[in-house]
């Protein structure tokens, strides 16, 4: 299938910055959707933002002008640039794609998350 690895979170104070990528492996054939999730403690998951293959972009309100998504196709990575970093920003993010893969000769459907990366921002 597809495996999803994150890395860049950490223990940061507010006003800095953070950068998490997230790099899928295995036999992809294209992937459509990329995106960061946030899950506080106790809360729900929730978007922060979303990437497609045409390059449509949106962001949750709360972190417009602050944090940027981007993708490198070549390398089926997404980024996701954290700046101006609020306590509130604390959270586990988890990336999400969405994708086709192949299965022998067939073409699958894919919906993988990653294993998630803490981010801390202290006041």
């Known amino acids: 299938q597809v495996q999803l690895v994150e890395s860049g979170g950490g223990l940061v104070q507010a006003g800095g910055s953070l950068r998490l990528s997230c790099a899928a492996s295995g036999s992809i054939f294209s992937i459509n959707a990329m995106g960061w999730y946030c899950q506080a403690p106790g809360k729900q998951r929730d978007l922060v933002a979303a990437i497609t293959s045409g390059g449509r972009i949106n962001y949750a309100d709360s972190v417009k002008g602050r944090f940027t998504i981007s993708r490198d196709n070549a390398k089926n990575t997404v980024y996701l640039q954290m700046n101006s970093l609020k306590p509130e920003d604390t959270a586990v993010y988890y990336c999400?794609?969405?994708?086709?893969?192949?299965?022998?000769?067939?073409?699958?459907?894919?919906?993988?998350w990653g294993q998630g990366t803490q981010v801390t921002v202290s006041s």
């Open positions: 999400n794609l969405k994708g086709t893969y192949y299965s022998g000769t067939y073409l699958r459907d894919f919906a993988s």
